[in-house]
């Protein structure tokens, strides 16, 4: 399995991002997929988390109603749409997939991880 972020990039506070996630390898549709980030000099913290049909989606206190994670089971893709972005969500954002249906809220309950992408939020 093999997992590829991409949609990092500069914004200006208050702005959108929206990051991809492909994945390769495996049945996509029976895994629970999540993303994490972490910013600069702190550890990976959870953002969101989707089940392998999409029907049930989780969040960070954090980013609860900014950010809405979404999945095309038919193209093997996550995504995370980020809005209303501010400087504190900077960080490297990772997406990662379950062996389970819903993967949780800690690292420890993915198996498989993309190589990050860098989101910039600027002041």
């Known amino acids: 399995v093999q997992l590829q972020a991409s949609g990092g990039g500069l914004v200006q506070a208050g702005g959108s991002l929206r990051l991809s996630c492909a994945a390769s390898?495996?049945?996509?549709?029976?895994?629970?997929m999540g993303w994490f980030r972490q910013p600069p000099g702190k550890e990976r913290e959870f953002v969101t988390a989707i089940s392998g049909s999409g029907g049930s989606t989780y969040y960070a206190d954090s980013v609860k109603g900014r950010f809405t994670v979404s999945r095309d089971n038919a193209k093997n893709t996550v995504y995370l749409q980020m809005n209303s972005l501010k400087p504190s969500d900077t960080a490297i954002y990772y997406c990662a997939r379950s062996h389970y249906n819903y993967g949780g809220r800690v690292p420890s309950g993915y198996t498989y991880w993309g190589q990050g992408t860098l989101v910039t939020v600027s002041s």
């Open positions: 390898g495996g049945i996509f549709s029976s895994y629970g």
